[in-house]
């Protein structure tokens, strides 16, 4: 996290998300960590049919909805779409009326819009983490969004 002269009067949370799916699409799954000092709350769901960058978006604006507060926020995801879809490719999608850089829609376009109108109620240092490598945060993410994979099983 960016160190200032002037810390933040608001709470810093840390937050790890993650997003499954069993089949691509299918099934899939959301979770999400939130951590504020010793306190810990746990968030998950999912959909019957979806892809997993679906569940990884998913991930961060449900975490970011379930903040009661302006919040100085340290979002750890193992999405590199997620992580670069908000630091890179974000502010040209919205210029160019949601199409990429070579003119297709952006996919997932209703979620990024979404998500774009969390961001700026909340301070967000965006960091990316290996998956499945023993990050406890990350894997306990993945372990809910396995959960929320799970109750949309057969």
Same mark, same amino acid.
């Given at each position: 996290?960016?160190?200032?002269?002037?810390?933040?009067? $608001?709470?810093?949370?840390?937050?790890?998300?993650?997003? *499954?799916?069993?089949?691509?699409?299918?099934?899939?799954? &959301?979770?999400?960590?939130?951590?504020?000092?010793?306190?810990?709350? $746990?968030? $998950?769901?999912?959909?019957?049919?979806?892809?997993?960058?679906?569940?990884?978006?998913?991930?961060?604006?449900?975490?970011?909805?379930?903040?009661?507060?302006?919040?100085?926020?340290?979002?750890?995801?193992?999405?590199?779409?997620?992580?670069?879809?908000?630091?890179? &490719?974000?502010?040209? &999608?919205?210029?160019?009326? &949601?199409?990429?850089?070579?003119?297709?829609? /952006?996919?997932?376009?209703?979620?990024?819009?979404?998500?774009?109108?969390?961001?700026?109620?909340?301070?967000?240092?965006? $960091?990316? /983490?290996?998956?499945?490598?023993?990050?406890?945060?990350?894997?306990? *993410?993945? *372990?809910?969004?396995?959960?929320?994979?799970?109750?949309?099983?057969?």
């Amino acid at each position: 996290m960016p160190h200032s002269k002037h810390p933040s009067s $608001h709470p810093h949370i840390i937050i790890y998300t993650d997003g *499954a799916c069993k089949g691509n699409p299918g099934p899939g799954g &959301w979770g999400a960590v939130l951590r504020s000092g010793s306190h810990e709350k $746990h968030i $998950h769901g999912g959909e019957k049919l979806t892809t997993n960058n679906r569940m990884e978006i998913c991930a961060v604006i449900f975490a970011l909805k379930a903040l009661k507060q302006r919040s100085s926020v340290e979002l750890w995801t193992d999405s590199q779409y997620v992580q670069k879809g908000v630091t890179e &490719w974000l502010e040209g &999608w919205k210029k160019r009326g &949601w199409k990429t850089a070579s003119k297709d829609p /952006v996919k997932n376009a209703d979620l990024w819009q979404e998500l774009d109108t969390l961001l700026p109620d909340h301070d967000i240092s965006w $960091h990316w /983490v290996r998956g499945h490598n023993g990050h406890p945060g990350n894997e306990l *993410a993945d *372990a809910l969004a396995n959960k929320g994979v799970e109750e949309f099983l057969p």
